[in-house]
């Protein structure tokens, strides 16, 4: 018996040895992530497994899932995706921007003025087609 008992010794001091070096530590790691993504509300900075930076806008418990917010891109994660949380960082006030149509109708005038600058002689032009949809509207 004693010799079963001193051959058995080594392994378990080896199991110990590991379950207090490797599994404890792993398990505390685990525990403290997870405790650090429960915590996780909007407005809070994060950084993805992939290296992306953005701001907390949502987060759906139901589902597993996280909206960032990435400078304007609304984009969704799982919330294992989440790496690091950074608390206390203060978010930046938004800088106003125009609204749609202030945007679409810039777009309109910069092509309209790229239209005019390109103009080549003997061009189709708008004013040709307005004459000849009025032309055509009066011989009709």
Not at 21 to 37: T, V
Not at 114 to 135: H, I, L, R
Request: glycine share 6%; with cysteine; charged share 30%.
């Amino acid at each position: 018996m004693d010799v079963i008992l001193v051959n058995l010794l080594p392994f378990v001091l080896i199991m110990g040895a590991m379950y207090f070096l490797m599994i404890r530590p792993q398990k505390k790691q685990q525990e403290k992530k997870q405790s650090m993504l429960d915590a996780m509300q909007p407005g809070n900075h994060v950084v993805t497994i992939g290296g992306l930076h953005g701001v907390v806008d949502e987060v759906n418990k139901a589902q597993r899932t996280v909206v960032l917010d990435c400078e304007g891109v609304y984009l969704t994660f799982e919330i294992s995706a989440i790496s690091t949380v950074k608390e206390g960082v203060a978010t930046a006030t938004p800088v106003e921007t125009e609204t749609e149509a202030e945007a679409i109708e810039d777009e309109y005038e910069e092509y309209d003025d790229y239209d005019e600058a390109n103009e080549v002689e003997g061009e189709y032009t708008e004013e040709d087609f307005d004459d000849e949809k009025e032309y055509a509207h009066h011989n009709s």
